[in-house]
């Protein structure tokens, strides 16, 4: 139907797409022919082992046909409805996603078309119910590239656009223990007085603000690209009880950390906390088809029973985007992928504590589920990181190119290997893509003393 040679698609590409988070004249992309699994192919043949599921998003892996199949025929019977009508997709993958959050509690869904919107609408929602302003969230954090999201983001990725942002956001700090701001003389403290510590600046931030002032506290249940920071035992819980104390709304941010990932349909799970609201996108379609979605619990949305709650999307809830959710936790319960990645989790966790143990460039590595990173360091008792915050440096350019020139396909964040594969991902393929990072880790050894 579309009939382009191969040999044209970069060259047509670099003349008229504009690629975000790029510098437009140092753009190179892989030019990407099909996939298939956990493996693409880019179009002179080449084969890549995806080792980030593309952008964190390709749970259930590429091609499944159950997918396919049903956005075609979702397509041929209804391929779009307006906003305020309903459809019978509409009502089955709703309830589908209502069934998977924790107990089957967050039971209203608002359909959006990505995780940044997903964002934007729980923040609204919570200021729409509580009819307060401030929303904290966390410095190590990203909610997504429009206004309101970036606003809510901690990492430098909001600066270019202040003060243009949304205002009324209040961040604070992570319980990120490898370099913890509390604990440098005190490294071996316990967990649950790490956690304590942590949740006491966080109720001196809430008093400090004025609680009768704040929304909702927003943050990624399990950190996603700014370190795979995964919370302390009684962090999760020590955090639902000051939303509980303060009248304050808990939004859980599982747009990468959700549908299995951790091993776990959300992330929150792990610490049998139930949030106000859960904000997804990524692998509720395994990236078949671009949709977001809030779940919320019933008594967020009965509080515009009465009044209207001003916001909305031409987009939201499209039929075949909708097809594709469906039939993707169809996908995930019938084919067990949510035990797999749990099952996986302890071998992917011993393959990088392997690779810790043979490289001095490697800090620390941390991982939950199919959710891992590497972190690098140019000395192990400084912490010296590898790329300086917010840039990158000769190794992790060059570590990234030998592990692309070898067919793995990864993401490096500053000083950071993510290590987030399709969830059909099986120990061979984890050892072959590891067996490539051995290597590669060579080229950051050389620079670590």
Request: net charge negative; aromatic share 8%.
């Amino acid at each position: 139907m579309f009939d382009l040679p191969d040999s044209e698609i970069l060259p047509i590409s670099k003349e008229h797409v504009f690629y975000t988070w790029s510098a437009q004249a140092k753009v190179n992309p892989i030019a990407v022919k099909r996939a298939e699994g956990v493996y693409f192919w880019d179009v002179d043949e080449k084969r890549y082992l995806d080792f980030n599921s593309m952008t964190m998003c390709v749970n259930v892996g590429h091609g499944n046909q159950r997918i396919i199949k049903a956005m075609q025929e979702q397509a041929a019977l209804l391929p779009y409805a307006a906003p305020g009508m309903t459809t019978k997709i509409r009502a089955l993958a709703s309830k589908a996603v209502a069934e998977v959050t924790p107990g089957g509690r967050l039971s209203k869904v608002l359909f959006t078309l990505g995780g940044a919107d997903a964002n934007e609408n729980a923040i609204k929602l919570a200021r729409g119910q509580t009819r307060r302003f401030k929303i904290l969230t966390r410095y190590r954090s990203y909610h997504g590239a429009t206004m309101g999201a970036m606003a809510a983001t901690g990492d430098p990725r909001r600066h270019m656009w202040e003060p243009g942002t949304m205002p009324g956001v209040v961040h604070f700090l992570d319980p990120y223990r490898y370099r913890s701001t509390f604990h440098r003389s005190n490294p071996d403290i316990s967990e649950e007085e790490f956690a304590r510590d942590y949740l006491d600046h966080l109720e001196e931030i809430i008093r400090y603000e004025g609680p009768e002032t704040i929304a909702a506290i927003l943050m990624e249940s399990v950190t996603g690209t700014n370190g795979i920071i995964i919370p302390p035992e009684g962090y999760l819980q020590g955090v639902r009880a000051l939303c509980d104390q303060y009248g304050i709304m808990m939004i859980a941010d599982e747009v990468m950390s959700g549908f299995g990932r951790t091993g776990k349909w959300f992330a929150v799970e792990h610490w049998n906390v139930v949030p106000d609201m859960i904000t997804m996108a990524k692998g509720l379609t395994s990236a078949y088809a671009p949709l977001g979605a809030v779940a919320m619990k019933p008594e967020i949305a009965a509080a515009f029973d009465e009044r209207v709650f001003e916001s909305g999307l031409t987009y939201t809830s499209h039929p075949v985007s909708l097809a594709a959710a469906a039939a993707n936790i169809q996908v995930m319960r019938e084919e067990n992928l949510i035990e797999r990645a749990a099952a996986l989790g302890p071998v992917l966790k011993r393959m990088l504590t392997d690779l810790g143990e043979a490289h001095p460039s490697v800090g620390e590595v941390r991982s939950i589920g199919l959710f891992g990173i590497i972190e690098l360091v140019k000395n192990r008792k400084t912490k010296e990181p590898m790329a300086p915050w917010n840039g990158s440096s000769p190794e992790m350019t060059a570590l990234r190119k030998y592990c692309l020139d070898h067919g793995l396909f990864l993401y490096t964040h500053w000083h950071t290997v993510l290590i987030i594969p399709p969830l059909i991902v099986d120990e061979g393929q984890l050892a072959e893509g590891c067996a490539v990072l051995d290597a590669a880790l060579e080229i950051t050894d050389a620079a670590a003393g």
